[in-house]
């Protein structure tokens, strides 16, 4: 997701608002590549867990770095109304009963010809991780299902690229591409495969392999998850 971000955001020192952003694994990077970052979420224990991750940082990536405690829904005024080159919000709309609202906020706050990035669960693939782990009944109930118990063991509901697209479109954001995000990997490991996770080599081959994928017809339509970027209107 780096990597896709990477080829649509404007050069560092640009804006960007994480919301939902935990610990800080999606925007830190970015403030490690010279980005200004305000990281907006609603865990006082995830922010605990950011401001502990921010100190094992150089000080001038920690100075680029903002924490905010609130909610997305409030993201508008918990910034203070302050607009962003860039707005993300990654893993977070699948644990929304409605995530309407949020879509609101995140589209607010960029700034026109800003990037608004999410990633949201794949509601056409559905059925892939059950069949994986050979719970064949919950994957045939999974073809016509948009909601299942996460990889967190918490109630997910997905979404499809195709509707997300038209919520931002009608928001004023264009959306520009969409990804897929953890594919193979996935189900190699639902499938019951071990990965070396220390083994840099092969983690560099499968990254190559993923972000090839990502990007590609018919692959990343299984995709467990998918990345979706658009960009706001100038006026």
């Not at 909601?147 to 997910?156: A, H, Q, S």
């Not at 190699?188 to 840099?200: I, K, Q, S, W, Y």
């Not at 590609?216 to 960009?231: A, I």
Request: charged content about 25%; aromatic content about 6%; hydrophobic content about 40%.
């Amino acid at each position: 997701m780096h990597q896709q971000l990477l080829g649509h955001l404007p050069p560092p020192p640009a804006s960007v608002l994480d919301v939902g952003g935990g610990a800080g694994n999606q925007s830190f990077p970015l403030a490690q590549a010279g980005y200004q970052v305000t990281l907006l979420d609603p865990s006082l224990g995830m922010l605990d867990k950011a401001r502990l991750r921010l100190t094992r940082l150089p000080e001038e990536v920690q100075q680029r770095v903002t924490l905010v405690h609130a909610d997305g829904a409030d993201a508008d005024a918990a910034v203070g109304g302050r607009r962003f080159d860039a707005v993300l919000c990654h893993g977070v709309l699948g644990y929304l009963e409605d995530p309407t609202p949020l879509i609101d906020q995140l589209c607010r706050c960029a700034a026109p010809g800003g990037i608004v990035s999410i990633m949201s669960g794949n509601a056409k693939a559905g059925a892939v991780r059950p069949a994986m782990e050979q719970r064949w009944d919950d994957a045939l109930a999974a073809f016509d299902a948009t909601r299942e118990i996460g990889v967190l063991g918490l109630p997910t509901r997905g979404d499809t690229v195709e509707e997300l697209s038209e919520q931002i479109r009608s928001r004023g954001v264009a959306p520009l591409d969409w990804y897929g995000v953890w594919l193979f990997v996935d189900w190699l490991e639902f499938g019951g495969t071990e990965l070396d996770p220390e083994d840099a080599k092969q983690a560099q081959k499968i990254a190559a392999v993923e972000l090839e994928a990502s990007r590609r017809d018919p692959y990343r339509q299984l995709s467990r998850v998918f990345h979706l970027v658009g960009r706001k209107g100038e006026s």
